[in-house]
């Protein structure tokens, strides 16, 4: 009921980054899309069947150096339900070799609704006499426009199956300010939404003081990101911009706290995509994603010191 | 490129009211999930058929006398990517009966994995030399907590191929003042975020005067209707919060343009379950959905003066 079992996994492979799989098709080497075309056709089943094959095999080299993956439902739902089909897949696939799973899928409803979402994503969902798990996830991104009505169903099933949320305080994006940065009183609104997230978590509090309810803060902004850990101290940090968007590892040392824990740093298509940046084979792309991994690491944990 | 196409459904079954489709298993009536489990034993699979059968017979009884539905992606999430499968035939029969269908999804994010977004459930998606529409919506729900660069990609979408969205600006739950209707500069958030909608759609607005570019907005909350309908001319309203969530017509007025337009007015469980109030034969729920439409309709006509 905190995000104690993601920080487990961080210290126990001495990494706080999560691999983003957001699969483009055009990530995909050939080979693959090829061998799917053939077997399914030029279909929305091939696209998703040739992703699939894409993230396992990259699941299966960073599984034992890379906590968590985090997995863009945007990439899957352009497939249709056969990208969903595949997103579940890919779920269950990384929980299997002992990864722990973030759905990046920024959902947020009221009441009923998002108990639905709550359900499907994080928690069980009864038909007739049986219970299953549609998505299971580990934890999923939220975005707390409105309020705790849209919080509540999430935080009852963080605490009945010790899962976790990430709210949207500050994005990474270049117009992320239009609204976020506007003050209320004299205080960002990120900052607002931030302490809606100390409150929210306030009672899933788990043994490295972190509870159940994260923030999205982008690494994009370093000042705000200094903000943000010095006002919410019990708030894991999902930190997107690193790599691909510009952010370099210097600026995130800020995002982490004094044992360098307290933030994971996200990055997707620098780890997808390292085969073409290599220039190495394209059947060596699930290798050059655990080299660009490795290196990810190093220069990460160079600076925050979890390390040591 | 507007709301065009809506605006000429609301005129042509004269009601500007929206059938929710947030098909809970335990709305559908028992003999359809009976049948359901007799055929695919008791899975997410069942769950999901059962649903599309309920919804089928629905969209038979609704199509000539209401113009959308809007299905609740929750919902179908909840039931795994058999759901999800489900939400794709239920959009394409309600449009195959000339319907049009406005997903209720929430949406955001930012840049590319916008543009997939808007792809999957408004646009078009590339696999090979083929081109796929995903989910092919008419319109869609999202949020702009993350500002222009999450909105931008779906303008293109909304300009190229006619679609439309609706961005939350004032939702109808108890807490949605947490956020929303603090003051930046003396101008509740609600009021910035619909501001930006007006932006947002400038150079779309079509021959009813609506861009397309709408605005969620609670009938909960009609203080905050009347105000946002005044200043937001060209931004067409998704009003949700009728009947089962306690807003009734009366409130309504205030939502609508002096034609009778420029809102749109959901109702999800009073018609889906309108069976259950009326205490008919289960046999009889798409009728009795039909018979609620009508009520709706005149309830909602009969203030906002769209028949005469």
Redesign the interface.
Known sequence: MSFDRLIKKIIETKNPSVAGL?P??EYVPEYI?KAA?EKHG???K??AEAILTFNKALIDELYDIVPAIKP?A??Y?????????V??ETISYAQSKGMYVMTDG?????????D??A???LGK?N????T?E??GADALTV????????IDPLLKICKAQDKGIFV?AK??????????D???DGTP?YA??GD?CEKWGEDTIGEYGYSAVGAVVGATYPEQLTELRKRLPHTMFLVPGYGAQGGGAEGLKVAFDENGLGAIVNSSRAIMCAYKKEDCLETDFAKAARREAIRMREDIVRVTGLSK
Not at 106 to 114: Q, V, W
Request: net charge negative; hydrophobic share 40%.
């Open positions: 957001d483009r098709l899309t075309f030029v279909t929305l091939a696209a863009q945007a990439y739902e352009m497939y249709g339900w056969e990208g969903v089909r997103l579940t920024k959902r947020n409803d009221i009441g009923a609704t998002m639905a979402y359900s499907a994503h969902v038909v007739g006499d049986k299953f549609p998505f975005n707390g426009y409105l309020g705790t009505d849209g949207l994005t990474s994006n270049p117009s992320s300010g239009e609204l976020q506007k003050c209320i609104i607002v939404m809606m």
